[in-house]
């Protein structure tokens, strides 16, 4: 469900999976909704204003004494003098915004963004209406020629065919799939999807299939299946043909291709007044390419152009690629392609080493903290989260591509990435985008552990105020009442306490997650030796999102992981991508999102060491790189379009 928030600047709308618009009102003054809006309106808001300030979007305004519609570039050309008459004004991006007026009034470009401006003070009725609710379901056989025809049709969700393809709110979600004896495609998701100017022809094999569907989604491109297995993997268009070499090179070039062609749209739309902050614009001239005219070119042409480029002469001025995800080509993982490719990210297929015994042993907590030697007097007294046998895990050692953040939607148990399950981004759209206030519960269910516990509280109670935290501290809870706590609705649960086979410890004994009905905690963090088991399980049941632990963990070192992971989160820190590669800090230079009051994107900031080091989004533009699913921060902050789960060290995971 799409909200309305009314602002001290205007109207902010909030719908699932965090997608937000922005209506900035000049001398905004609320009142109750004064004009009748369509029936896909979900909510509305009335007030007084001299001006409008919208986001770029598909615009469409329609005279209602006439009933005649005009579509109007994103964003306007020049100055459009609206003659007096009642108006309906539609911004389609992420979220569909109506606005309701009447009298004559102006819409210029005005540095980028539309402007709807008065010559007086003039009565609106803003709605808005929600798109992320619907996303339609094609139906296809359970062979490659039926994943081709899916994917063929998950550029549906998109709402331009321009550069501005490569902005967040102008993705919307694509179709679900579902596999079945019929193939079905909605005649809406048909309407929105036309025939392709550009073609993938692949062998008829999952290996070549589910790494396409990234660039196919962005390309809008139709996936064929060829006959024989031994064809090369082609891209074509009427007067292009670009062969791929076949795996394992296939995929990375797949995805090199992917971030050219994504970032050079970013530079394109940058040419116009929307990006005149972008400080890479000149490479465009670098490379030959003419922004106004690719700005007005089909995306067969602009592959073309940017294929002719020598983009490598430009590629390491530009930023690395935000997320790579390493997806089990299986029809299982087919029908979670949908929830992954609205954030563009590159797919890869899944491989992994065995973690030595040497290099596990290397990964210890004591890098991260450069412990002292009472460390060993801890380890030597027995001082861990487990009471009892921890339950055992292997973990692996995946294989990366390129990326900053990587996640695994995969078997097997990772390091250095974050674990994804599909059920994950099933539960999501079951949580409200934006209660009334944000739930958390800190459970302390072993006594030493209380200077924990009451450093968490503390951190949680010092909160910013706009974040509305209700904190709850429970201690030594019995199974029901823990179980209780899961089963309940919250945001945030933060169990302090031991693990073992027999589940998370409680003083009448253990409690077995697989034994919850549902789990109605969004997300969770584990600080509990060997939690892994623990967390899946919540995350099947329910959850989205967690932190969980791999192995035993000393007491003092589990407290410091606890207490930094709860500041960050606290603090707005959207990610730490990974641990480094000695140890458990981040990585030198690791992005991480924090917040930036009410803005639509957070600034970046860079860590080397505290104190951190900032830059702000003018450089690269954080608004030109896609935004992805399914952290903490996401739901712990609200002032983010989506975030990532926090690797915190080596010894733990991120489901999600």
């Given at each position: 469900?799409?909200?309305?928030?009314?602002?001290?600047?205007?109207?902010?709308?909030?719908?699932?999976?965090t997608a937000?618009?922005?209506?900035t009102?000049?001398g905004?003054?609320a009142?109750d909704?004064?004009?009748?809006l369509?029936r896909?309106?979900?909510?509305?808001v009335?007030?007084?204003?001299?001006g409008?300030?919208?986001?770029?979007?598909?615009?469409?305004?329609r005279?209602?004494?006439?009933?005649?519609e005009?579509?109007?570039?994103?964003?306007?050309?020049?100055?459009?003098?609206?003659?007096?008459?009642?108006?309906?004004?539609?911004?389609?991006g992420?979220?569909?915004?109506?606005?309701?007026?009447?009298?004559?009034?102006?819409?210029?470009?005005?540095?980028?963004?539309?402007?709807?401006?008065?010559?007086?003070?003039?009565?609106?009725?803003?709605?808005?209406?929600d798109?992320?609710?619907?996303p339609?379901?094609?139906?296809?056989?359970?062979?490659p020629?039926?994943?081709?025809?899916?994917l063929?049709?998950?550029?549906?969700?998109?709402?331009?065919a321009?550069?501005?393809?490569s902005r967040?709110?102008?993705?919307?979600?694509?179709p679900?799939?579902?596999?079945?004896?019929v193939?079905?495609?909605?005649?809406s998701?048909?309407?929105?999807?036309?025939?392709?100017a550009?073609?993938f022809?692949?062998?008829p094999s999952l290996?070549?299939?589910?790494?396409?569907s990234?660039?196919?989604?962005?390309?809008?491109?139709?996936?064929?299946?060829a006959?024989?297995a031994?064809v090369?993997?082609?891209l074509?268009?009427?007067?292009?043909?670009?062969e791929?070499?076949?795996n394992?090179?296939?995929?990375?070039?797949?995805?090199?291709?992917?971030?050219?062609?994504?970032?050079?749209?970013?530079?394109?739309?940058?040419?116009?007044?929307?990006?005149r902050d972008?400080?890479?614009?000149?490479?465009?001239?670098?490379v030959?390419?003419?922004?106004?005219s690719?700005?007005?070119?089909?995306?067969?042409?602009?592959?073309?152009?940017?294929?002719?480029?020598?983009?490598?002469?430009i590629?390491?001025r530009l930023?690395d690629?935000?997320?790579?995800?390493y997806?089990?080509?299986?029809?299982?993982?087919v029908?979670?392609?949908?929830?992954?490719?609205?954030?563009?990210?590159?797919?890869?297929?899944?491989?992994a080493?065995?973690?030595?015994?040497?290099?596990?042993?290397?990964?210890?907590?004591?890098?991260?903290?450069?412990?002292?030697?009472t460390?060993?007097d801890e380890?030597?007294?027995?001082?861990?989260?487990a009471t009892?046998t921890?339950?055992?895990?292997?973990?692996?050692?995946?294989?990366?591509?390129?990326g900053?953040?990587h996640?695994?939607?995969?078997?097997g148990?990772?390091?250095?990435?974050?674990?994804?399950?599909?059920?994950?981004?099933?539960?999501?759209?079951?949580?409200?985008?934006?209660?009334?206030s944000?739930?958390?519960?800190?459970?302390?269910?072993?006594r030493?552990?209380?200077?924990?516990?009451?450093?968490a509280?503390?951190?949680?109670?010092?909160?910013?105020?706009?974040?509305?935290?209700d904190?709850?501290?429970?201690?030594?809870?019995?199974?029901?009442?823990?179980?209780?706590?899961?089963?309940?609705?919250?945001?945030?649960?933060?169990?302090?306490?031991?693990?073992?086979?027999?589940?998370?410890?409680?003083?009448?004994?253990?409690?077995?997650?697989?034994d919850?009905?549902?789990?109605?905690?969004q997300?969770?963090?584990?600080?509990?030796?060997?939690?892994?088991?623990?967390?899946?399980?919540?995350?099947?049941?329910?959850?989205v999102?967690g932190?969980?632990?791999?192995?035993?963990?000393?007491d003092?070192?589990?407290a410091?992981?606890?207490?930094t992971f709860?500041?960050?989160?606290?603090?707005?820190?959207?990610?730490?991508?990974r641990?480094?590669?000695?140890?458990?800090?981040?990585?030198?230079?690791?992005?991480?999102?924090?917040?930036?009051?009410?803005s639509e994107?957070?600034?970046?900031?860079?860590?080397?060491?505290p104190p951190?080091?900032r830059v702000?989004?003018?450089?690269?533009?954080?608004?030109?790189?896609?935004?992805?699913?399914?952290?903490?921060?996401?739901?712990?902050?609200r002032q983010?379009?989506k975030g990532?789960?926090?690797?915190?060290?080596a010894?733990?995971?991120?489901?999600?």
């Open positions: 469900m799409v909200t309305l928030t009314v602002t001290d600047t205007g109207v902010q709308a909030v719908g699932p999976d937000t618009a922005v209506v009102a000049d905004w003054s009142d909704p004064s004009h009748e369509p896909a309106a979900v909510d509305s009335g007030g007084v204003t001299t409008l300030k919208l986001l770029p979007g598909v615009i469409r305004l005279r209602l004494d006439s009933e005649t005009r579509k109007l570039a994103a964003p306007v050309e020049g100055t459009v003098q609206l003659p007096a008459a009642p108006y309906l004004l539609c911004v389609e992420a979220v569909t915004i109506f606005i309701r007026f009447d009298g004559e009034a102006t819409m210029t470009g005005a540095g980028g963004d539309p402007l709807l401006s008065f010559s007086d003070c003039r009565r609106v009725t803003v709605g808005v209406g798109r992320s609710e619907r339609e379901t094609v139906t296809v056989s359970q062979t020629e039926g994943v081709a025809t899916a063929s049709v998950m550029s549906a969700g998109h709402l331009t321009t550069p501005d393809r967040p709110e102008m993705r919307a979600s694509p679900r799939i579902e596999f079945g004896s193939t079905t495609i909605p005649d998701v048909a309407a929105r999807n036309p025939d392709s550009v073609v022809e692949l062998p290996d070549y299939l589910v790494p396409a990234s660039l196919a989604h962005y390309l809008g491109a139709e996936i064929r299946v006959d024989g031994d090369s993997p082609t074509r268009t009427a007067t292009l043909e670009h791929f070499e076949p394992p090179r296939y995929q990375s070039a797949v995805a090199s291709l992917l971030r050219r062609v994504f970032l050079l749209d970013c530079l394109v739309r940058g040419a116009d007044s929307n990006g972008v400080a890479e614009m000149e490479l465009l001239d670098e030959g390419l003419d922004a106004d690719l700005s007005r070119s089909d995306i067969d042409e602009r592959l073309e152009a940017y294929l002719d480029a020598p983009f490598a002469e590629s390491d930023p690629w935000h997320l790579s995800m997806v089990s080509p299986s029809y299982d993982r029908r979670t392609l949908p929830y992954l490719l609205q954030n563009v990210p590159n797919i890869f297929l899944p491989e080493k065995p973690l030595g015994t040497d290099e596990r042993l290397s990964r210890s907590l004591d890098d991260f903290y450069r412990a002292d030697n460390a060993a380890e030597t007294a027995g001082n861990t989260r009892k921890v339950p055992g895990v292997t973990p692996v050692k995946p294989v990366l591509g390129p900053r953040v996640g695994w939607l995969a078997d148990v990772p390091i250095d990435v974050f674990k994804s399950i599909s059920s994950a981004y099933e539960h999501r759209a079951r949580y409200p985008a934006n209660s009334q944000l739930s958390v519960v800190a459970v302390l269910n072993d030493r552990m209380i200077d924990e516990s009451t450093d509280a503390r951190i949680y109670e010092s909160a910013p105020s706009e974040l509305d935290l904190v709850t501290v429970k201690k030594r809870i019995t199974r029901a009442e823990l179980a209780a706590v899961f089963e309940s609705h919250h945001d945030l649960v933060h169990y302090i306490g031991h693990c073992d086979e027999s589940g998370l410890r409680c003083p009448d004994g253990g409690l077995a997650i697989t919850l009905e549902v789990s109605n905690a997300t969770f963090v584990l600080n509990a030796c060997g939690s892994y088991y623990e967390g899946l399980e919540l995350v099947e049941k329910g959850s999102a932190a969980v632990t791999f192995d035993k963990v000393l003092r070192h589990a410091r992981v606890g207490t709860v500041r960050l989160l606290i603090r707005g820190t959207g990610a730490i991508p641990p480094s590669g000695r140890g458990y800090a981040p990585s030198l230079w690791a992005p991480v999102y924090r917040s930036n009051g009410r994107f957070p600034t970046r900031t860079l860590i080397d060491r951190y080091r702000g989004i003018g450089r690269n533009g954080a608004d030109s790189e896609p935004s992805y699913g399914g952290g903490l921060s996401a739901y712990l902050t983010y379009p990532q789960s926090v690797n915190a060290h010894r733990s995971v991120c489901l999600c």
